[in-house]
Every structure is written in C-alpha cells, then in structure tokens.
T-cell receptor, first 116, second 117 residues
Framework: AQKITQTQPGMFVQEKEAVTLDCTYD???????LFWYKQPSSGEMIFLIY??????QNATEGRYSLNFQKARKSANLVISASQLGDSAMYFC?????????????FGTGTSLTVIP | GAVVSQHPSWVICKSGTSVKIECRSL??????MFWYRQFPKQSLMLMAT?????????EQGVEKDKFLINHASLTLSTLTVTSAHPEDSSFYIC?????????????FGNGTRLTVT
C-alpha cells in the first residue's frame, strides 16, 4: 500500500480564496510526523508545516494550517487567502519512527494554480 | 537556521563524462543525507541514503557504480554521476537530516539540473 496518497493531481483556486489539498497516509507506527512541502517551478523544496502523531491540536503556520484527522489517517493542508505566489507543486510527506533519521515517504504531489 | 547548500545549480556535460554534485549542511551536522531524483511533474524518487563515515544504502534499481555517493563528513555529501548518458538528465536534489525526533523536517538543497548532451 502507498504510504502517502495525494488524489488531486491539479487544483485551481481563485486569488484570496481558501483551498484544501488532500493527503492520506498509511502507517502502523504510533510515532510519525507528517509534513507539507512546496516546490515552485524553480525546484527548491520549501518546508511549510508539520504535524506530529501525538499532537492534540492542528498545526498552523501563518496562512497554512494542517487539518489532522488521525482516525481517518488524513492530513490535509489548508491555505487561506491564496496568493499568486502560492502557485506551485505541493507534496505531503511522512516520516515513521520516534527517532529521526528514517526516510521520508512523499506523495505524488498536487499542482496548485492560483487564478487572478 | 538549517540551511543546505547544493552545488552546482545546473550543469551541462557531454556524454561519457562524470559530474560531481555537492551537498553541504551549513549550520548543522547532518548525520544522514538523502539523494533524490525527480522527473518533470513527478514526485521525488529516493536514490540512496548516506550516513557519515559509512557506505551509502541504495534503493532498488539504482546503480551504485553509476551514482557514487560519498558522505565524508557530517556536513558534506557528494553524488558523482559517472559516465553520464542522456538518460541521466534529470533534477537531482539532496536533503540533510539533523539529529532529532520524528517531527524533525528534512532540509533540502536547491537541486541540480543535469543535462547530458
């Protein structure tokens, strides 16, 4: 089974609107971290936000929030007040195991286009 | 903090030559570095995991003799594409992992766009 599933290959959103990018994950490890990265056309991977499996509250970082539903194994990224600069590929990722050093599993990505 | 420098950003080389890509963690010690390859509009594909002072662990299907990885210090890992061919043209990106827990994010270099002519 896929560790990380992103079912939206492409999404469009009107500028200033909110958008949700879906991510589901599969793990039996009680300790895991979930991460979202943004990759603009220039190629660099920009870390946006993370959620730990033991975190009780949803993570937020500025206009980014992570809708963490543990029982459903989903970790959707919500971008509020979309800006033209948000147009990029977005990858959901997971790391398993309590101690770091394990590999990250990446989803296939969602291409977000913000329409003026 | 947590800056990873990857060099060069892009390189064009002739078929049959070798190319070395460097990945440096500038302000932290990276116990583990990961090398990825990415094709256009696709996800990152893990090529190998390198730990300082030991041999890299390659993913299935990745030729270890073609993609030589060296992790000589806690701040530097290199990927050498040996005898490059046009099919090796791709975007290569490294990431460095600082010692920490499962909630520690990976820190990425800016990637290297390799074109083999």
């Amino acid at each position: 089974a896929q560790k990380i599933t992103q079912t939206q290959p492409g999404m469009f959103v009107q500028e200033k609107e909110a958008v949700t990018l879906d991510c589901t994950y599969d793990t039996s490890d009680p300790s895991y971290g979930l991460f979202w990265y943004k990759q603009p056309s220039s190629g660099e991977m920009i870390f946006l936000i993370y959620q730990g499996s033991y975190d009780q509250q949803n993570a937020t970082e500025g206009r980014y929030s992570l809708n963490f539903q543990k029982a459903r194994k989903s970790a959707n990224l919500v971008i509020s007040a979309s800006q033209l600069g948000d147009s990029a590929m977005y990858f959901c990722a997971m790391r398993e195991g309590f101690i770091g050093g394990n590999q990250f599993y990446f989803g296939t990505g969602t291409s977000l286009t913000v329409i003026p | 903090g947590a800056v990873v420098s990857q060099h060069p950003s892009w390189v064009i080389c002739k078929s049959g030559t070798s190319v070395k890509i460097e990945c440096r963690s500038l302000d932290f010690q990276a116990t583990t570095m990961f090398w990825y390859r990415q094709f256009p509009k696709q996800s990152l594909m893990l090529m190998a995991t390198s730990n300082e002072g030991s041999k890299a662990t390659y993913e299935q299907g990745v030729e270890k003799d073609k993609f030589l990885i060296n992790h000589a210090s806690l701040t530097l890992s290199t990927l050498t594409v040996t005898s490059a061919h046009p099919e090796d043209s791709s975007f290569y990106i490294c990431s460095a992992d600082a010692p920490g827990l499962y909630i520690s994010p990976l820190h990425f270099g800016n990637g290297t766009r390799l074109t083999v002519t």
